[in-house]
């Protein structure tokens, strides 16, 4: 198995906090805000995994969709249209088929502890 690639490009940007222990107050200690690479346009900003999520609008018309025999693939194509393009989204594929994974999962817990109840 082949070591994946270093994607580090040392950018020297950082921010350290400091926590006071005795106020629980937080302070900056250090800030540097210099890059040595280019930025992430704002048209794509959407597209980081940190920026993606799926509004509680979007998933009850994905959920909607899926109730009507819609399968993922199609529901996710239908999404540019209605929000100017792919990049105006806010989310992936890959988000729609985890989001409803996650859904499945509370309903299970949700029927262990329904027959534990019982």
């Not at 210099?34 to 993606?52: K, Q």
């Not at 609008?57 to 969709?65: A, L, R, V």
Request: proline share 3%; hydrophobic share 35%; with cysteine.
């Amino acid at each position: 198995m082949d070591p994946r690639p270093i994607t580090r490009c040392g950018c020297g940007a950082q921010i350290k906090v400091h926590v006071d222990q005795s106020t629980g107050r937080w302070f900056v200690d250090k800030f540097c805000d210099e890059h040595n690479h280019e930025m992430l346009t704002a048209r794509f900003r959407g597209l980081l995994r940190s920026h993606r999520v799926i509004k509680e609008g979007d998933m009850h018309q994905i959920n909607s969709m899926r109730k009507a025999g819609m399968r993922v693939p199609t529901i996710f194509r239908a999404f540019p249209t209605q929000c100017g393009g792919f990049e105006t989204v806010g989310f992936e594929i890959k988000d729609i088929y985890n989001a409803i994974e996650k859904q499945r999962r509370v309903r299970a817990r949700d029927a262990e502890c329904a027959l534990k109840y019982l």
